[in-house]
């Protein structure tokens, strides 16, 4: 029987791997994988690596600050660009390949700037347990040549989370996350003032201690999902919620019984 490889000795691969790049860009989010990656990529290759991120409507304002404040609190060598897949017809229809347009933008803008470093490794957080999603975001990897290092060390996010937490990562527990335009219904087109209405509903409850949610946009009604454990919360908060929520431009706010749920496209 196999000796299984423990989570340490993936780490080791994970940084040797790294060293071997002698540089490297990696597309950072400020998410669980992106800033782990981020992070051992800093420590292995020092200024020769550059954290790349993405200043664009489809990420809240509150993400970019804290991500942008942690990469300078690390001490990293940060890049922030701006990219364009909301002006992209293919992105805003909406059409379930909305991810592959997105990352694409991003990878190809990341090349532009890059090429003034010369030889340099494209590398984004995609991770084991991406391997059994429908990822449209793994094709574009493949079309730029993007490697995916946490993939080719076997790490998986509950591996992360707690590498992330030995090296005192603020992200170590951090709740998932996705872009704004992933709050539209497939098929449904997404418009930037709606993106920006969803992106204030969604810190009415961040500002109430709401750790894992999503605010789905369905024109004029608002369907949240939360974690199931938080509904009793949100029933004793519903009032001011509702209130709240209605203020960015909702008429009607549902709760979503099913709960928080990853990938949906409902």
Request: glycine letters at 8%; one cysteine or more; hydrophobic letters at 40%.
């Amino acid at each position: 029987m196999p000796r299984m490889t423990s989570i340490e000795e993936k780490e080791q691969a994970l940084l040797e791997e790294l060293r071997s790049y002698g540089a490297i860009a990696v597309a950072y989010s400020g998410g669980v994988d992106s800033t782990y990656l981020a992070d051992c990529a800093h420590e292995a290759l020092g200024r020769n690596a550059m954290m790349v991120i993405a200043d664009s409507p489809s990420i809240p304002r509150e993400e970019l600050k804290q991500a942008v404040d942690m990469a300078t609190a690390r001490g990293w060598n940060l890049r922030v660009i701006k990219t364009g897949e909301h002006l992209s017809e293919e992105y805003l229809a909406n059409q379930g390949d909305r991810c592959f347009h997105c990352k694409n933008e991003l990878f190809t803008r990341m090349e532009d700037i890059l090429s003034e470093f010369g030889d340099i490794v494209l590398a984004h957080g995609a991770i084991e347990d991406d391997k059994g999603d429908v990822r449209p975001g793994a094709q574009a990897a493949a079309n730029h040549c993007v490697v995916a290092p946490l993939q080719n060390a076997g790490l998986y996010k509950r591996e992360i989370r707690i590498l992330s937490e030995r090296r005192g990562l603020p992200t170590a527990e951090k709740a998932s996350f996705a872009c704004l335009g992933s709050r539209f219904p497939t098929g449904t087109r997404i418009e930037l003032a709606a993106m920006t209405q969803v992106e204030k509903a969604e810190a009415v409850l961040r500002a109430r201690g709401y750790r894992q949610y999503r605010v789905r946009h369905h024109g004029d009604l608002c369907r949240i999902e939360i974690d199931p454990l938080d509904f009793d919360k949100l029933m004793d908060e519903r009032t001011a919620i509702v209130d709240a929520i209605r203020r960015t431009g909702y008429r009607f706010v549902a709760l979503d019984l099913s709960g928080y749920s990853t990938g949906s496209s409902a």
